[in-house]
C-alpha cells in the first residue's frame, strides 16, 4: 500500500482489490519497519483493527474519498478518549473529552485514524528535534533533520505510512518539513479549516495543514475540510467550492507568476540553477513569470516580527498550563510554587525560551517598544505582499535554502543576528502573516535529497495553489515519491 495515493487507494476500495482491514494491516506492517523514524507517540492498531473489520462490511461509498482512509494526526489535535501529549511533558497524560473538529469530520466519513504524530513541543520548534520522545529523523537521511514542527506527519506521509497526515502551520511548520521530505504541503487560508480542538500556539497565525504525495490528493482532502465551523471564532466560509473538481493545470497558464529576485540571488548555486530550469519551462509553455523586487528591509525583519508576535500570542495561549488548571502538577507550599516547580519541569528549554521573550514583550515597558511595533512592521509586510498579489496571480519561493540540514549542526545552535537576517528560510513565514493560501511540491533532487519549491496565492485564491502547483508537478515529474525504507540512501 505504501505507493497508493488517496485517489488510487479509493479506486482499489471500490474495485474490492483491497479491504480496509488489509489497508490497516499493511500500514501497521509499512510502520513497523519505519520506527527508527520515531514519529508516533500514540499507535492505535489494536482499536482500528476493530473499526477495520466493521467497514469491510460496508459499501464503499462512490463519491466518499476519505471512506477507510488510513492517516495520523499531529498529537497536538484533541482526540477523544485518546492521549493528546502535544509532544510535552506537561500533557504526556492529558486524555481529551472532546474532539477536534477536522478529526471528527475525518470520523464521520469513515476515514482511520492509526494514532498521533510526534512534535516540537507544543508546535513550537522549526526542526523535529524538540519532542518529548526525541528526534523525528529524516527518512531520506537519518542523519537529517526533518523540519518541525509537524515532524512525525511528514515523515509517515513521505516513508510511505499513510497517504495522509495533519499538521499545523504557525510559520512554516507543515510546508517546511514537506520541502524537507519531498511530499506536498498545504497551508489553506487563515479560516477555512477549523481549528476547534487544535492546542493553540499563536492564534492569529495558526493554520490547520496537511501533507500529501500529490498535488490531486492534497484538492481531495480539502474539499471536505474545508467548513465553516461556529465552534472557531476565527472560521471563515469558502469563497471556493469543489476544489478537485476543478482541478486544472491549463487553468494556471492563464495566471502570471512572480519570483523574489532578491531572495533567487542569495540562494547557491546549485538550488538557484534548479529554480532556474523550472522558470525556463513554465517559460516554455508559455507562462508568463515575472523576477520582482520586494521590500528588503520587510524581508530582514521577517524572523524577527514573527518571533515577537508568535512568542508572545503563545504566552498567553498556553497560560493555563500551569499545573493548577491544566497539566501535570509538581506540588510547593504555595500555589505560586506549584505553578513554578510544574512549568520547570513540564517544558523543554526551547518553549521555556519562547515564553520568556513573550513575556518579555508584553511587559508593560515593552508592549509599544515591541509587540505593538511588530504588529505595525506585519502590517506593511502584508501591504507590500498585497501589491503583489494586486499585480500578479502566483508568488514562487523556495521552501527553504538549503537541502535538510544535518542534526549535528542543528542542536543548541543559538541565531546570530546575521543569520535572523539570511532571510531566505524565513519567507514561508509570509504565508501565515497574511493567511494567504501557500502549498510546497517537490521541485529537484540534490544529493540523494528533495529541494522544494513553495507555490503561493492571495487569500481565498486556494484553487489558483492547486492548479498552479499541479501544472508545476507535472513539468516536474516528482509525484508520489516514497523515501527509501528507512534513511537508506546514507549510510
Known amino acids: 500500500m505504501k505507493y497508493y495515493s488517496i485517489k488510487k487507494l479509493h479506486q482499489l476500495l471500490l474495485t474490492k482489490k483491497i479491504t480496509p482491514s488489509r489497508i490497516i494491516k499493511d500500514a501497521f506492517t509499512n510502520l513497523a519497519q519505519h520506527q527508527i523514524l520515531n514519529a508516533t ?33 499531529k498529537d497536538n489535535f484533541a482526540t477523544k478518549g485518546i492521549k493528546t501529549t502535544a509532544s510535552s511533558k506537561i500533557l504526556e497524560n492529558f486524555v481529551p473529552n472532546y474532539e477536534s473538529t477536522v478529526t471528527n469530520i475525518l470520523k464521520e466519513h469513515h476515514s482511520i485514524l492509526l494514532g498521533k504524530s510526534a512534535l516540537d513541543e507544543l508546535g513550537m520548534g522549526g526542526h523535529g528535534l524538540y519532542a518529548l520522545t526525541g528526534d523525528v529523523l529524516n527518512p531520506w537521511d537519518l542523519t537529517r533533520i526533518t523540519g518541525g514542527s509537524s515532524s512525525g506527519s511528514a515523515v509517515l506521509v513521505a516513508a510511505g505510512v499513510v497517504p495522509f497526515a495533519l499538521g499545523t502551520d504557525t510559520g512554516d511548520s507543515v510546508r517546511k518539513p514537506a520541502g524537507y521530505c519531498g511530499i506536498v504541503g498545504f497551508k489553506p487560508t487563515y479560516g477555512l479549516i477549523s481549528r476547534y480542538g487544535v492546542f493553540p500556539y499563536a492564534p492569529s497565525l495558526d493554520t490547520v495543514g496537511y501533507f500529501t504525495r500529490t498535488v490531486e490528493d492534497s484538492a481531495i482532502v480539502f474539499d471536505y475540510l474545508a467548513q465553516e465551523d461556529h465552534q472557531d471564532a476565527t472560521s471563515l466560509k469558502s469563497k471556493e467550492y469543489g476544489y478537485f473538481k476543478n482541478l486544472s493545470s491549463s487553468a494556471a497558464k492563464k495566471q502570471k507568476f512572480a519570483y523574489l529576485k532578491n531572495a533567487h540571488l542569495i540562494l547557491g548555486d546549485e538550488i538557484r540553477g534548479q529554480f532556474e530550469q523550472l522558470y525556463d519551462k513554465l517559460k516554455a509553455v508559455e507562462i508568463s513569470i515575472t523576477a520582482i523586487d520586494f521590500p ?124 535572523l537576517e539570511n532571510y531566505v528560510d524565513d519567507l514561508l513565514v509570509l504565508g501565515n502573516l497574511m493567511g494567504n493560501p501557500s502549498l510546497t511540491i517537490p521541485l529537484a533532487f540534490l544529493e540523494k535529497m528533495p529541494i522544494g519549491i513553495n507555490v503561493n496565492a492571495a487569500p481565498f485564491a486556494d484553487q489558483k495553489v492547486f492548479n498552479a502547483s499541479l501544472l508545476i508537478e507535472e513539468i516536474v515529474g516528482i509525484k508520489n515519491k516514497v523515501a527509501p525504507q528507512g534513511g537508506k540512501n546514507h549510510g
Open 296 to 419: 528588503e528591509d520587510l524581508l530582514k525583519a521577517l524572523m524577527s516580527v514573527y518571533m515577537v508576535i508568535s512568542f508572545a500570542e503563545a504566552v498567553s495561549s498556553n497560560s493555563m498550563l500551569d499545573g493548577i488548571n491544566f497539566g501535570t502538577r509538581v506540588e510547593g507550599d504555595t500555589y505560586q510554587e506549584v505553578m513554578m516547580n510544574s512549568r520547570t519541569n513540564g517544558f523543554g528549554h526551547v518553549v521555556k525560551r519562547r515564553y520568556v521573550i513573550g513575556s518579555y514583550a508584553l511587559t508593560k515597558d515593552n508592549q509599544t517598544l515591541l509587540f505593538l511595533k511588530a504588529k505595525r512592521v506585519r502590517r506593511l509586510i502584508v501591504d507590500a505582499l498585497a501589491a503583489v498579489f494586486a499585480e500578479y496571480d502566483i508568488l514562487l519561493l523556495p521552501a527553504a535554502s538549503t537541502i535538510a540540514p544535518k542534526i549535528s549542526t542543528i542542536k543548541d545552535k543559538i541565531l546570530t543576528e546575521d543569520e
Open 41 to 73: 507517540v500514540t499507535e492505535l492498531a489494536a482499536e482500528v483493527a476493530i473499526l477495520a473489520k466493521k467497514l469491510d462490511d460496508l459499501v464503499v461509498p462512490k463519491d466518499n474519498y476519505l471512506f477507510a482512509l488510513p492517516y495520523f494526526a
